[in-house]
């Protein structure tokens, strides 16, 4: 927390994708601004690695804010539809799965975008990635742009002071396996993150849903040994 | 709510200019999903305006969403700034006033997004106006357009149904009084709005912030009687 550092807002679900967003944040010089949204998830443990990610990265602070997305619906992840399991990587990249939140990365944006104003930041990080993923109509370049320009008309700062606020996506087009590498370089900590959609009560990763896969795919790609346990 | 109407999803706050969206929206056609939120305002009291209109008018459903806008602050009607009073309309026109809460619309408009996907819509009405009001960045048309392009790329139905979302601001340069006469004309019930920034506690409407000055002014200027009654 170093005095003048230029801040920025980073979203922090706690998986393995927004760690290595908030290292790569905090590598480039600035001061961590660091938002996670309790929101209905049925996965709401990984708010707890978010905790511990934010304690151990010494982030300026972290903000955990709730938001209603259940009463909306809509998602796996908000209501009692079914995670799926075991997909293969071809079923992945082909359709928008079930585990898809509507509109849920425009409004985290919208909310770090008011946090941004409100500290005077300029700058918002987002772990969204294209390449591994699966067809989230919301973690798309051209959906990001509109994003980006959208917000810089959309606040005071953005009138006033004609600073253009930037959306910051650094793992957009890298694969997991990438990502992953690039965290281990600068020390990020994947036993402190949980990515799976469906863990057990205990809060282990459940090993076959679409997120596990994913992940289990890129430690292996990536030659690295995946330090969380998983029930299969 | 006759079958296979166009559904549309309008922003209620309880306020003059939603009410009268509201009836416009409902004139065109639309089956109403009205949508409103509890967001640590100090005049919550607009709340109970909105369930006064939504049951008035007969909306399909009438979605009350808590969200965290307090926590994020920056605003004097989310914290302890005091609400300005009896400003001159030059005034209001110059500057953005600190009763502008940060990102508001676009975050109200982010979740009307995530319903109107969820219930199958493709149109978002808003009340903004910037022709009487005073500077807010988020009520101008440059804004709401580039939001539109936005919300078109973010969800899954802009992806696979290629049906692009229109967000409506039937209000967006009419004067206040333009507003009154043509809410009048389709029935509005403006005993049932709540306008005031600054409420008492039993809800009395203060007379004297900018809020109840345009509504006033307003109301004059349209030839019509206000209402409500005030403090002051």
Same mark, same amino acid.
């Given at each position: 927390m170093v005095k003048n550092k230029r801040k920025a807002v980073v979203l922090l679900s706690g998986g393995l994708d927004s760690a290595t967003t908030l290292a790569i944040a905090e590598n480039k010089g600035f001061e961590i601004y660091a938002l996670s949204f309790?929101?209905?998830?049925?996965?709401?443990i990984e708010l707890k690695a978010a905790r511990r990610i934010a304690r151990t990265q010494h982030v300026a602070r972290h903000l955990i804010l709730d938001v209603d997305l259940d009463k909306i619906g809509g998602s796996a992840l908000t209501s009692n539809i079914k995670v799926p399991k075991n997909r293969s990587s071809e079923v992945l990249q082909k359709n928008i799965p079930v585990t898809y939140v509507p509109a849920r990365n425009t409004i985290f944006l919208s909310y770090a975008l008011a946090w941004a104003e409100v500290i005077g930041a300029h700058d918002i990080f987002i772990g969204v990635n294209?390449? =591994?993923? !699966?067809?989230?109509? =919301?973690?798309r370049p051209e959906y990001i742009a509109a994003y980006q320009k959208m917000a810089s008309l959309a606040t005071k700062a953005g009138v006033e002071d004609r600073q253009k606020l930037k959306i910051h996506?650094?793992?957009?087009?890298? !694969?997991k396996a990438h990502i992953i590498r690039k965290g281990l370089e600068l020390g990020v =900590?994947?036993?402190l993150t949980h990515s799976c959609y469906d863990p057990s009560p !205990?809060?282990?990763?459940?090993?076959?849903c679409d997120s596990c896969l994913l992940r289990r795919k890129g430690f292996k790609d990536a030659g690295a040994v995946d330090p969380v346990r998983y029930l299969k």
């Open positions: 309790r929101y209905g998830q049925r996965h709401a294209v390449l =591994d993923y !699966s067809g989230y109509p =919301d973690c996506t650094p793992l957009i087009k890298m !694969s =900590d994947y036993r !205990s809060g282990r990763a459940c090993g076959e």
